[in-house]
C-alpha cells in the first residue's frame, strides 16, 4: 500500500527573541489510504503543532524549517498559501477540540455548514442547504433538516461536536484530522463520537489522524498508534502491540498510568516522574532520558531514532537504546 502523507524528519521551530526554539525535532510519520493513525504524547509535545504545518496554519513565529510531508505525492511544506487553501477543507478535513469556539454562535448551523461546501465544492445555495441535511443525517443528528435552523447553543456538545465532523466532511476530504476533539465532552459521548468516526472511516474510505491524550478511548478507532514524545515520535506501531508490547519506556509509563477495572475508584495513579523539557532546552541525548529509570550511558549522549523493535512485528519501531533490542535474545 501506498503512503497517503508521508512526514519525514519534520522540523519546527518557535521564533523567539532570545532565537529560534525547537518544538518539533525530526517527526517521522507515514498514514496509509484509509488507515486510522492515533497520536498521543503528553501537553506540549508537538501533536498540533505537527499537523498544523502540514496545512499551512501554524501560529505566528512558529515555522516549520526542515523535512518534506509529501501528500498524495505533492510536498505540503513547499506549497504556496494559495495552493494550501485548496487542499484544506478539501483533500485534508480539520476537526477541532471545542466546538464552542470554532462554530459562530450567531449563524444557523446550516448555514455554516452549507458556507464550507460552496467554498469547496462551488454548490449554489439550495444545493448546498440540501447538502448540509445529508451531512447532518450522515454524523446521526435526529432529525436533520429541522436541526440545520437551529443555533449551536441549542444543540448538546455532543450534537456540536457531530456538526463539527460534518463541516470537516464538507469538501470529502481523504485525510480527516481529528485533534482532541472529544475532550470536552462526557465519556459516553466520547465513546459515541469515537465510533461515529470509525464508521465514518469506513464507509468513506477515508484515512483518519485522531489526537488524543487518551489512549485507551484511541483503541477502538486507530490501525496503528504514534507515541510523541518532546517533538519526536518514540514508538509507533499496530494498535494491538502498543498494548500487549509496549517498548518505549515512555509508552510503558503512558499505559501503567492507564486506569484498570481492578483500581480501587480513590486509589492513586502511578505515573511518570519529571516533565519533559521545554522548547529550545533539550538535553543532548534522548529527550526521555532525564526521566527513565532504564537509561545507560549512550541515552545522555546519543539520540536514539526509530529503529525496528527486535523479535516483533516489522510495522513496530521504538527509538530507544535499551528496550527495542530486549526481544533479540528470545
Ligand atoms: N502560539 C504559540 N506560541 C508559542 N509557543 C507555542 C504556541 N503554540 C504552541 N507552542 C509551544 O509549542 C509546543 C508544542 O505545542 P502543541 O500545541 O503542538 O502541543 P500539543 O502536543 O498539541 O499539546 P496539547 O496536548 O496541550 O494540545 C508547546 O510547548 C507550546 O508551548
Ligand atoms: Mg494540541
Given at each position: 500500500m501506498t503512503a497517503l502523507l508521508d512526514i519525514n524528519g519534520l522540523t519546527i521551530d518557535i521564533d523567539r527573541d532570545s532565537g529560534p526554539a525547537r518544538v518539533v525535532d525530526g517527526i517521522d510519520l507515514s498514514i496509509l489510504e484509509g488507515e486510522s493513525l492515533g497520536i498521543v504524547g503528553e501537553s506540549g509535545c508537538g501533536k498540533s503543532l505537527t499537523m498544523l504545518s502540514l496545512v499551512g496554519l501554524?501560529?505566528?513565529?512558529?515555522?516549520?524549517t526542515g523535512g518534506t510531508a509529501h501528500f498524495a505525492g505533492r510536498d505540503l511544506l513547499r506549497l504556496s498559501p494559495a495552493e494550501l487553501r485548496k487542499i484544506r477543507g478539501a483533500q485534508i478535513g480539520f476537526i477541532f477540540q471545542d466546538p464552542m469556539t470554532s462554530l459562530n454562535p450567531v449563524m444557523r448551523i446550516g448555514d455554516q455548514i452549507a458556507e464550507a461546501l460552496i467554498y469547496q465544492t462551488g454548490l449554489d445555495k439550495p444545493a448546498a442547504m440540501a447538502k448540509a441535511g445529508d451531512l447532518l443525517e450522515l454524523v446521526g443528528i435526529p432529525s436533520p433538516r429541522e436541526r440545520l435552523m437551529a443555533y449551536p447553543h441549542e444543540l448538546s456538545g455532543g450534537m456540536r461536536q457531530r456538526v463539527m465532523i460534518a463541516i470537516g466532511l464538507a469538501g470529502s476530504p481523504r485525510l480527516l484530522i481529528a485533534d482532541?476533539?472529544?475532550?470536552?465532552?462526557d465519556v459516553t459521548i466520547q465513546a459515541q463520537i469515537v465510533d461515529l468516526v470509525r464508521d465514518l472511516k469506513d464507509r468513506l474510505g477515508m484515512s483518519v489522524v485522531w489526537i488524543t491524550h487518551d489512549l485507551a478511548l484511541i483503541a477502538g478507532l486507530a490501525d496503528r498508534i504514534a507515541v510523541l514524545y518532546a517533538g519526536t515520535v518514540v514508538e509507533d506501531a499496530p494498535v494491538d502491540l502498543i498494548f500487549e508490547r509496549p517498548t518505549h519506556p515512555y509508552t510503558r509509563g503512558l499505559l501503567a498510568s492507564l486506569p484498570t477495572l481492578?483500581?480501587?475508584?480513590?486509589s492513586r495513579l502511578p505515573s511518570i516522574g519529571g516533565t519533559p523539557p521545554e522548547p529550545g532546552r533539550r538535553p543532548a541525548g534522548c529527550p526521555f532520558a532525564p526521566r527513565c529509570t532504564l537509561a545507560v550511558a549512550a541515552c545522555q549522549t546519543e539520540v536514539p531514532r526509530l529503529r525496528p523493535v527486535a523479535g516483533s512485528d516489522p510495522r513496530h519501531r521504538a527509538a530507544c537504546f535499551v528496550t527495542a533490542k530486549e526481544g533479540a535474545a528470545a
Open positions: 501554524l501560529p505566528n513565529r512558529i515555522r516549520a482532541e476533539p472529544t475532550t470536552a465532552l481492578t483500581d480501587r475508584p480513590m
